[in-house]
């Protein structure tokens, strides 16, 4: 089956009647998460096309929701929604789906310029992410860059400055206690969930995993093949 493409709903779809249709063809949207939060997409900008339902306060909906109302309002003479998704910008948990609204709603000038720094939009992109349906589904509480270095990366073959993302979901676990993981930013955006001891390991540990993982190996688990590869491109680490 074919993934959901890691953009806004809305904004891959301009139109509700569109979006419905791509919702409910079972053959693009492999998980009910996908088509649940589609169809919830799609029912909060129908409801802000009727007079009565054009205040976002009024729309009782999870925050992810509120965002995708704030891209509908000034598609129906809501003009205070703006300042809702410059709000929401600001906020790097939240601003890689808000940017994306103001660009398609053409009002780049009205991105602002924190958003536009290398550490925050690695931050969003985590966590945009981690919120994706077939993941999370919802957005962190808290993320922080665990690490960030300039290095040679051999899946890629280039230098380019890969992140590490720590981040935290407040009682989430069965317990309630803390989820916790780190996630890479700066080639493939991921996170393997599967390590049970991936708060434990070192930085360079990590960064072995997640290459030979990108090269596909078989082991990618394997930190001293990882290292030994990343070590041979840069002597620095």
């Not at 789906?97 to 720094?117: F, G, M, Q, S």
């Not at 996170?191 to 390991?201: K, T």
């Amino acid at each position: 089956d074919m993934l959901p493409a890691r953009k806004p709903a809305a904004a891959r779809i301009g139109c509700p009647t569109s979006l419905l249709a791509l919702s409910l063809n079972q053959g693009k949207w492999r998980s009910f998460a996908c088509r649940k939060h589609c169809l919830a997409v799609v029912s909060i900008a129908y409801r802000l096309t009727l007079p009565a339902s054009r205040n976002l306060d009024r729309i009782p909906t999870c925050l992810p929701h509120r965002i995708e109302a704030a891209w509908a309002g000034p598609n129906t003479g809501n003009e205070k929604a703006i300042g809702k998704l410059v709000d929401y910008s600001k906020d790097y948990r939240y601003s890689s789906k808000a940017t994306d609204y103001l660009r398609e709603l053409k009002l780049d000038a009205k991105i602002p310029e924190e958003t536009r720094h290398p550490d925050f939009l690695a931050l969003s992109e985590m966590c945009d992410w981690l919120s994706h349906p077939n993941e999370f589904g919802s957005y962190p509480d808290h993320a922080e860059v665990f690490y960030k270095k300039e290095i040679y990366w051999p899946p890629t073959r280039d230098v380019r400055t890969i992140y590490l993302v720590k981040y935290t979901y407040k009682n989430h676990k069965d317990d309630g206690s803390d989820e916790q993981g780190i996630g890479l930013v700066g080639s493939v955006t991921f996170s393997l969930f599967g390590l049970d001891n991936i708060l434990d390991l070192k930085p360079i540990e990590l960064l072995a995993i997640h290459c030979n993982w990108e090269l596909e190996k078989k082991n990618y688990t394997d930190t001293k093949s990882g290292i030994a590869l990343l070590k041979k491109h840069n002597k620095n680490l």
